[in-house]
Every structure is written in C-alpha cells, then in structure tokens.
Nanobody
Framework: QVQLVESGGGLVQAGGSLRLSCVAS????????MGWFRQAPGKEREFVAV????????YYAVSVKGRFTISRDNAKNTVHLQMNSLKPEDTAVYYC??????????????????WGQGTQVTVSS
C-alpha cells in the first residue's frame, strides 16, 4: 500500500502559476505510473495528467496541455504538477494518484488504486 500526500495548492490570480507536489511513501515509487486528477464542486473527478514510471512519457488532458507539466523525482519519491497560465476554470481540488501495475497510459479514475487527500487550487478572475 502506498500513501500519497499532496501540497502546494492555494489561491492565485488568473494568469499566475502554482506548483503542486505529491510525496509517496510505502512500496517502490519508481515502478508506479503517477497521475493528477481534479474535481470541481458539483462535477466528477477528471483526468489532468499522467506520467510513466520512467518519467519519459507524459499525457495531458486537452484543457491543460501546453500550460501544465507533470514531472517526477524518483530519488525523492515525489511527483510534481507545474501549472502555468492558470484560469478560473482550473479551480478544483487536485488529487495525486498512483497505479502500481506500471501500465501506461492510465487516464481513468478506476485505473488508479492509491489516492492522496487532495489540495485546493483556487484561481480568481
């Protein structure tokens, strides 16, 4: 079982940037496919980005492609989500997720077995 803890959320003006981090403990982090999802009030949790266990393959939701970057540091058991040019519609609780199967890509909520508690991102207009 892997535990995930996110940090880095906050309030930012439109056009600004935030960097989310997710630290994993337990298991072998370097073997996990890591993803970020988000959930806005009244909406379903949606895919944002995914990163292969090796870190050399990434895939993004259309809505964030070109603005967000997912990366990992296997030495620190950490995955990051750099968010630039933020928009009010990016406001949501952001969740880090891990898939222990190592299969890439993964974009569905049901494909990830481990989740963090979430971190709030609020973008003001």
């Amino acid at each position: 079982q892997v535990q995930l803890v996110e940090s880095g959320g906050g309030l930012v003006q439109a056009g600004g940037s935030l960097r989310l981090s997710c630290v994993a403990s337990g298991g072998t982090f370097s073997r996990y496919v890591m993803g970020w999802f988000r959930q806005a009030p009244g909406k379903e949790r949606e895919f944002v980005a995914v990163l292969s266990w090796s870190g050399d393959m990434t895939y993004y939701a259309v809505s964030v492609k070109g603005r967000f970057t997912i990366s990992r540091d296997n030495a620190k058991n950490t995955v990051h989500l750099q968010m630039n040019s933020l928009k009010p519609e990016d406001t949501a609780v952001y969740y880090c997720a891990a898939d222990l199967s190592g299969i890439y890509p993964r974009t569905k909520v049901s494909e990830f077995g481990s989740w963090g508690q979430g971190t709030q991102v609020t973008v003001s207009s």
